[in-house]
């Protein structure tokens, strides 16, 4: 559903975990019914980026990335954002860990730029999704595919992930 800062548009409200707690408006279609930390994320980063772009939560819960912004006045400049809610600390991981399949598909559906995204309990950390991603040699994690994403090549918090996400928009990205 699309999130247009112009309409109140009225949603169910997700299930919430016991654990924490849950501040999706009701007028914002959540990303995850189960997932707060990911519901959180979203109205987070679309409460930084309203009025500025439009912001569409992935209807497609099969598809490879969560999040679409585009402008106003250019719908088909777009950024696509996938993202990995972690209930850990940054400091706690040498590496990110991403879908080694969702690699391939961002690659050959061309949802590009794409930014991932990984949240985590103290802070979100992002790089743009680079199309080698898919090429790297998968490790079996958990009996899936899975590719490690250097930590160092991430920049940090919401406000950077949002400068990042409007100058790719005001700038247009190659696709």
């Known amino acids: ?9 009225v949603h169910p409200e ?24 990911e519901n959180n994320f979203c109205v987070s980063l679309w409460e930084i980026l309203k009025g500025k772009c439009k912001f569409d939560v992935v209807k497609n ?20 954002v996938e993202l990995k809610s972690r209930r850990n600390k940054y ?5 990110f860990i991403i879908g080694h ?35 790297f040699k998968p490790t079996r994690i958990c009996g899936k595919d899975a590719v490690y994403i250097n930590k160092y090549l991430c920049k940090r918090s919401l406000d950077n992930l949002a400068i990042h996400i409007l100058k790719i928009l005001r700038l247009g990205c190659e696709k």
């Open 91 to 95: 400091e706690e991981c040498r590496s």
């Open 101 to 135: 399949q969702k690699m391939i598909n961002i690659r050959d559906q061309r949802l590009l730029p794409a930014i991932l995204v990984w949240g985590f309990t103290d802070e979100f950390y992002f790089t743009d999704y680079k199309p080698q991603f898919a090429d």
């Open 1 to 9: 559903m699309v999130i247009d800062m112009e309409t109140s548009n």
């Open 14 to 37: 997700p299930k919430q975990s016991s654990d924490i707690s849950l501040k999706v408006p009701t007028d914002i279609r959540p990303l995850s019914y189960t997932d707060t930390l």
């Open 61 to 80: 819960e099969f598809c490879s990335v969560d999040i679409e912004v585009s402008e106003f006045d250019n719908p088909r400049n777009i950024v696509y």
